[in-house]
């Protein structure tokens, strides 16, 4: 039994870049050597740049690294020089609107993405915008106002000569194809079964076939025609809210996609799960006879606390739409699953390989190195599985209790690199008996997933970026 990620990145820029949310085709993968073990501000570090803080994670690509920021309400992007540091251009995108209470991300949580020459970032506020390197404006696209309660966190993606930017909201989602060039639209494809969720697409590209854009969202994973936005097939069961990015290796053979979805259940929220249909719905609540339930007539005291998962439309009634989505979320599936990619159509019951249910993080996404499948859940559970079965092969704490986690691991030069909330930088030694190396104490906050290109790791704090390589 063999697997491997050749021929199926296809699209992606392998050569020292890490262009786009987590390098490679969104694999979290390099294939750099003699990466360091011990990070911080006084080992093995080569610059440190103070930034504004924000949430997107940086890349890295021909001489520059570029990163988002927020100050107060204004968003930033910046062309760092990716050999010292410096900053070589800062611009102003948009005039922030006032965050919500509790969600802090809002506004500046994707990560730009880079073709080699010019920049592209997304912003809640407004849409899209790409500069050039000597950071001019080419081109923006207004795409808001958008229906999300927490703000965006899907990452633009470059593919050949198209910009793909997924916009999954709780009304009108959709997946948008523009051209890079000029930021006109190319083709946008419904996706009506899907409110608000964050994952970024990846690109598959088939031994024989056309290209394919493949997308994670509430309740399946979908992939579509790269050239004209078609749904190619679909895999029906999965969270009503997806974070995470799905993962493509090659086991037996076989192109083999590895997508996570978990979501707390509505139980865990506190919500009732055995109500009926909306027709018998009504016939109970609705006193006025209008046809819809606003919040008074809402029969639980937990669906009123949660009503902006309910009235999806905002207009302040739960309507049969709303209500169909409410049990769907009923039924939907936490889990992590392996999935052949040669299907057509539904192929919930003829593609699955295998299906994983336990440990399952909220945020992070996996990575598959070195023969190994791995996992990290909050509180810094690290699980490695083996690629063609499932199977556990180890999970432990890696580095003590790490609490929350926002960033995604990463790996290269044989050792996996987790990062969490607090600022601990833990270096683990990759296999099926993985051990750890490091912790490493940056002592500042971050939810950023690091970045690594020409042996150095880039990390993105919400007080600066840093550069670390190993010392000669």
Same mark, same amino acid.
């Given at each position: ?14 050569? #020292? ?13 390099? @294939? ?16 440190? +740049? ?11 690509? #021909? ?33 922030? $609107? @006032?965050?919500? $209470? ?29 500069? #050039? ?14 229906? +999300? @309660? *927490? ?6 993606v470059v593919a050949g000569n ?5 916009v999954d909201q709780d009304t009108?989602? *959709? ?14 494809? @419904? ?24 997308? =994670? ?5 979908? =992939? ?31 192109d083999v996609l590895f997508v ?24 109970? =609540? ?18 009123? $606390? ?10 302040? *009634? ?58 990290? $859940? ?22 003590? +209790? ?28 990759? #296999? ?33 970026? *840093? ?6």
């Amino acid at each position: 039994m063999r697997w491997s990620l050749v021929g199926v990145l296809a699209l992606s820029t392998w050569a #020292g870049d890490w262009s786009r949310f987590r390098g490679p085709n969104g694999s979290g993968v390099a @294939p750099d050597k003699g990466l360091p073990v011990a990070m911080s501000p006084t080992e093995n570090l080569v610059w440190r +740049t103070e930034l504004p803080p924000g949430y997107s994670s940086p890349v890295v690509t #021909g001489d520059r690294l570029y990163v988002t920021s927020r100050e107060k309400d204004t968003l930033f992007t910046f062309a760092l020089d990716r050999k010292t540091g410096r900053i070589l251009w800062r611009r102003e995108s948009a005039q922030g $609107k @006032p965050l919500k $209470k509790g969600f802090p991300w809002a506004l500046s949580a994707p990560t730009p993405v880079s073709d080699g020459s010019n920049v592209y970032v997304a912003f809640d506020e407004f849409g899209l915008v790409s500069y #050039g390197t000597d950071g001019e404006e080419r081109w923006r696209l207004q795409l808001a106002p958008f229906n +999300t @309660p *927490y703000g965006f966190a899907s990452s633009p993606v470059v593919a050949g000569n198209k910009l793909l930017f997924v916009v999954d909201q709780d009304t009108d989602s *959709y997946l948008l194809a523009v051209d890079k060039d000029t930021g006109k639209q190319l083709w946008k494809a @419904p996706r009506p079964a899907h409110t608000h969720s964050f994952p970024s697409p990846i690109v598959y590209q088939p031994r024989k076939g056309p290209a394919q854009v493949i997308v =994670s969202g509430s309740f399946q994973v979908t =992939s579509y025609s790269l050239e004209t936005g078609e749904k190619v097939w679909w895999l029906q069961g999965l969270a009503w809210q997806a974070k995470s990015l799905p993962v493509i290796g090659r086991v037996n053979n076989e192109d083999v996609l590895f997508v996570h979805s978990w979501m707390a259940g509505l139980a865990e929220l506190g919500i009732r799960q055995n109500f009926g249909p909306f027709a018998e719905i009504l016939k109970e =609540s609705d006193k006025d006879g209008d046809g819809k339930l606003s919040r008074e007539e809402t029969p639980d005291p937990e669906l009123r $606390k949660y009503w902006f998962l309910f009235d999806l439309d905002k207009d302040n *009634y739960v309507t049969s739409y709303d209500w169909d989505l409410h049990i769907a979320r009923s039924k939907a599936q936490n889990g992590l699953w392996a999935v052949r990619l040669d299907g057509k159509g539904d192929i919930s019951k003829t593609h699955v390989l295998w299906r994983y249910e336990k440990s399952l993080p909220n945020i992070p996404s996996p990575v598959l190195y070195q023969d190994v499948l791995y996992l990290l $859940k909050e509180g810094g559970i690290l699980t490695a599985l083996e690629p063609s079965t499932g199977k556990v092969l180890k999970q432990e704490r890696a580095g003590g +209790t790490l609490g929350e986690i926002y960033a995604s691991p990463v790996a290269a030069d044989g050792k996996l690199f987790l990062l969490n909330k607090e600022g601990k930088l833990v270096v683990v030694r990759s #296999g099926a008996d993985w051990e750890v190396l490091k912790v490493n104490e940056l002592e500042e906050e971050s939810w950023s997933t690091p970045a690594i290109a020409d042996g150095r790791i880039y990390v993105r704090t919400m007080k600066a970026v *840093y550069c670390f390589a190993q010392a000669p």
